[in-house]
Nanobody, 127 residues
Framework: QVQLVESGGGLVQAGGSLRLSCVAS????????MGWFRQPPGQEREFVAV????????DYADSVKGRFTISKDNAKNTVYLQMNSLEPEDTAVYYC????????????????????WGQGTQVTVSS
């Protein structure tokens, strides 16, 4: 089983930045594609970003392109989400997730493509 623990959330003013971290543990966790999702209050969980095991392939939701950057450090079993130019619309609980069903390609941007989830970290952006 894979365990994921997010950190780095908090309260920030619009235009500010935060960096989220997700530490993975468990067998072969570092070889899984890793993604970030977010769930605004009262809404469904939505895709934010994904990165391949090697870190060479990335994809982003249109709403965050140019502002967010996903990266990883396999030696530390850690995935990061650098969030710049934050907007109030970015307010959500952010979750990291692992997709062991897709070892060779980036998984699709939907919740059911991911099998393991962290508990989430709150990001609140004030106007």
């Amino acid at each position: 089983q894979v365990q994921l623990v997010e950190s780095g959330g908090g309260l920030v003013q619009a235009g500010g930045s935060l960096r989220l971290s997700c530490v993975a543990s468990g067998r072969t966790s570092s070889r899984y594609p890793m993604g970030w999702f977010r769930q605004p209050p009262g809404q469904e969980r939505e895709f934010v970003a994904v990165i391949s095991w090697s870190g060479g392939s990335r994809d982003y939701a249109d709403s965050v392109k140019g502002r967010f950057t996903i990266s990883k450090d396999n030696a530390k079993n850690t995935v990061y989400l650098q969030m710049n130019s934050l907007e109030p619309e970015d307010t959500a609980v952010y979750y990291c997730a692992a997709a062991p069903q897709f070892p060779y390609t980036l998984p699709p941007a939907r919740v059911d493509a991911y099998d393991y989830w962290g508990q989430g970290t709150q990001v609140t952006v004030s106007s």
